[in-house]
């Protein structure tokens, strides 16, 4: 079947506006995780759910950033009033069961702010 | 605050050796380990996984594990171009904490 999918592949907006990244983990995939990866460094941990459930969100920055996955599918991480130090990869993956290990990434979305 | 560590390389080997990369980590409960290979400009993928002591070979690959160093390695036999490309060391700890901690990586060049 088709892989993690991530929409937009590319986010270019403006200091203060809100941007909503999209994941589409593999079908089936239990677990789904956000993670950020800056130039020259591995991701970082961002927040993960189990099903719908948000499991763990220490990961985000500050208040500005909020995930969901309201019917364990199809998850969103909003970015709000974003700035420009927000710019980055933002990298989404997904695995089959809870136990967090052989996750699959999807193709990210760069985000720039401007 | 739990910590992985790796050499950022690039680490150049001939076309035909082998290549070995290396990560240790901080968290002693640490169960789980895994190798992830990462081209310029592309997603990380899943190579390689370990989670008992010693060594796992999958074709090419060998992981290798030694909990009580906190060391985890991986060999490349037989080194190829085309594994040129970032390799990361991620983490995941006990307890059900199921979130990978991943090092910076290691740059691997392989040259013809």
């Known amino acids: 079947g088709a892989g993690v999918s991530q929409s937009p592949r590319y986010k270019v907006t403006k200091r203060g506006q809100d941007v909503a990244l999209r994941c589409d983990p593999i079908?089936?995939?239990?677990?789904l995780y956000w993670y950020r990866q800056a130039l020259g460094q591995g991701p970082e941990f961002l927040t993960y759910?189990?099903?719908?459930?948000?499991?763990?969100k220490s990961g985000l920055p500050n208040d500005r950033f909020s995930a969901e996955r309201p019917e364990g599918s199809i998850s969103t991480l909003t970015i709000q009033r974003t700035e420009q130090r927000d710019s980055a990869m933002y990298r989404c993956?997904?695995?089959?069961?809870?136990?967090?290990?052989?996750?699959?990434f999807g193709p990210g979305t760069r985000l720039t702010v401007l | 605050q739990k910590e992985v560590e790796q050499n950022s390389g690039p680490l150049s080997v001939p076309e035909g050796a082998i290549a070995s990369l290396n990560c240790t980590y901080s968290?002693?409960?640490?169960?789980?380990f895994f190798w992830y290979r990462q081209y310029s400009g592309k997603s990380p993928e899943l190579i390689m996984f370990i989670y008992s002591n010693g060594d796992k070979e999958d074709g090419r690959f060998t992981a290798q594990l030694n909990k009580a160093s906190q060391y985890v390695s991986l060999l490349i036999r037989d080194s190829q171009p085309s594994d040129s490309a970032t390799y990361l060391c991620a983490v995941n700890s006990d307890s059900g904490y199921s979130t990978l901690t991943f090092g910076k990586g290691t740059m691997l060049l392989v040259s013809p």
């Open positions: 968290d002693r409960g640490s169960q789980s």
């Open positions: 759910f189990n099903y719908e459930a948000q499991q763990d």
């Open positions: 079908s089936g995939h239990v677990s």
């Open positions: 993956a997904s695995s089959l069961g809870s136990s967090g290990g052989e996750q699959f």
